[in-house]
């Protein structure tokens, strides 16, 4: 299972950063791939790490802004969110892809596990 945290309220322009955390699996073995859904809108790619922490991949939204990393000793993975914007502002969630199946790392249905959502709020 996955668990994300992290999410709180912050201004413009401030950071937040976002865990996520495996029980029950060895997250070094999988694909993390983190996703939002702003109100009101479709859910949405913003990062993958591939299993062993090899390559990194963002959206070109959160590019330069955002890192996604890793604490194998932890089994916990990490996003972390800089310069955040109003348009920032969603539920985000973690969720994991087997490394021998996914192809295409930006899309929600090569991940077959998610954690439940953790909002970050972003006020100006």
């Known amino acids: 299972q996955l668990q994300a945290s992290g999410g709180g309220s912050v201004q413009s322009g401030e950071s937040v950063r976002l865990s996520c955390s495996g029980s029950?699996?060895?997250?070094?073995?999988?694909?993390i791939g983190w996703f939002r859904r702003a109100p009101g809108k479709e859910r949405e790619w913003v990062s993958t790490?591939?299993?062993?922490?090899?390559?990194?991949h963002y959206a070109d939204s959160v590019k330069g802004r955002f890192t996604i990393s890793e604490d194998i000793a932890k089994n916990t993975y990490y996003l972390q969110m800089n310069s955040l914007k109003p348009e920032d502002m969603a539920v985000y969630y973690c969720?994991?892809?087997?490394?021998?199946?996914?192809?295409?790392?930006?899309?929600?249905?090569?991940?077959?596990?998610w954690g439940q959502g953790t909002l970050v709020t972003v006020s100006s």
């Open positions: 969720a994991a892809a087997n490394p021998w199946t996914i192809t295409l790392t930006h899309e929600a249905y090569e991940y077959e596990y």
């Open positions: 029950g699996m060895n997250l070094d073995d999988y694909y």
């Open positions: 790490i591939s299993a062993r922490g090899d390559t990194t």
